[in-house]
């Protein structure tokens, strides 16, 4: 079994600045996904980011071409982080990290990010 448990959520202003952190404890192989999803109120669980564990990234059309997110990964921790700068109304949402492993998805329970104009 995974466990992942996210922290680093809150209320910021808009153009403020946020790090996501993750942090995934139990059965882990050395060859895994790690990744940020988010859900806003009344929308569907959408992709922002994932980082295999060659450190190569994925990001999804609706945030790559903003340049202001970056997923970073340290799978000696074992541990998954997204930075997310100049916060924007639109960002607000429960952000959901991930471990994919062998077909398997992990899911923690979320961190409420709310931005405030």
């Known amino acids: 079994q995974v466990q992942l448990v996210e922290s680093g959520g809150g209320l910021v202003q808009a153009g403020g600045s946020l790090r996501l952190s993750c942090a995934a404890s139990g059965n882990i192989f050395t060859s895994n996904t790690m990744g940020w999803y988010r859900q806003a109120p009344g929308e569907q669980r959408e992709l922002v980011a994932f980082?295999?564990?060659?450190?190569?990234?994925?990001?999804a059309s609706s945030v790559k071409d903003q340049g202001r997110f970056a997923i970073s990964r340290d799978s000696a921790k074992n541990t998954v982080n997204l930075q997310i700068d100049s916060l924007e109304a639109r960002d607000t949402a429960v952000y959901y990290c991930?471990?994919?492993?062998?077909?398997?998805?992990?899911w923690g329970q979320g961190t409420q990010v709310t931005v405030s104009s």
């Open positions: 980082i295999a564990s060659d450190e190569s990234t994925y990001y």
């Open positions: 991930n471990l994919e492993q062998f077909g398997m998805n992990y």
